[in-house]
């Protein structure tokens, strides 16, 4: 048996191509990378989006909390009748609160009062789902950006699947 049938030859490349060959590389993980900042872009402005009206959702304890009653709804907001409930809340004539968390007009649902506003936020788990519908969003457009520009399906799947059913359970809550 000969020695040279055994070996593998190396074969040299020149200069010019392994320039080109880490520039690509160069270019690949820049790429990467830039897609990597940009889905956690999104998903920051989802989550701080979000916590604006989640806050108020979610921490009820120490805040105004009440029954308001659905009298009119016009554009994106319905106006009702506050009654608090509990907390060292008072009687407002005129709250408002978004129409996609409001019930039907003349319908009751448990709120709470922004402090030093007449805006009011859904509580409870309809309330929470709502608030965190922008999150969801940011999920789905994160999950595009993972798949088409980081190329890692899977994690793309999951933040997209997670996105959808927070959406969809927001849908059905509300």
């Known amino acids: 048996m000969s020695t040279s049938s055994t070996r593998t030859s190396s074969v040299r490349r020149s200069r010019t191509r ?32 979000s916590w ?11 805040r105004e909390r009440g029954m308001m009653t659905v009298s009119a709804c016009e554009g994106e907001r ?6 608090p409930t509990g907390g060292d ?11 996609a968390a409001a019930p039907d007009k003349g319908e009751r649902v448990e709120v709470t009062v922004e ?33 088409g520009g980081m190329r890692l399906r899977r994690t793309a799947w999951v933040m997209g699947l997670l996105g959808a059913v927070l959406l969809g359970a927001a849908f059905a809550a509300l």
């Open 115 to 147: 402090p030093g506003t007449t805006h009011a936020v859904r509580t409870g788990t309809a309330g929470i789902l709502h608030a965190w519908v922008p999150f969801a969003g940011s999920l789905l457009l994160a999950a595009l950006v993972v798949a």
């Open 18 to 49: 392994r320039a080109g060959e880490s520039a690509y590389g160069a270019l690949l993980l820049v790429r990467v990378g830039l897609m990597g900042l940009l889905a956690l872009l999104l998903l920051v402005a989802g989550v701080w989006t």
């Open 52 to 62: 604006h009206t989640a806050q108020y959702a979610m921490l009820v304890k120490a």
């Open 89 to 99: 809340g008072r009687p407002l004539a005129k709250v408002t609160i978004a129409q």
């Open 78 to 83: 319905c106006t009702g009748s506050y009654a």
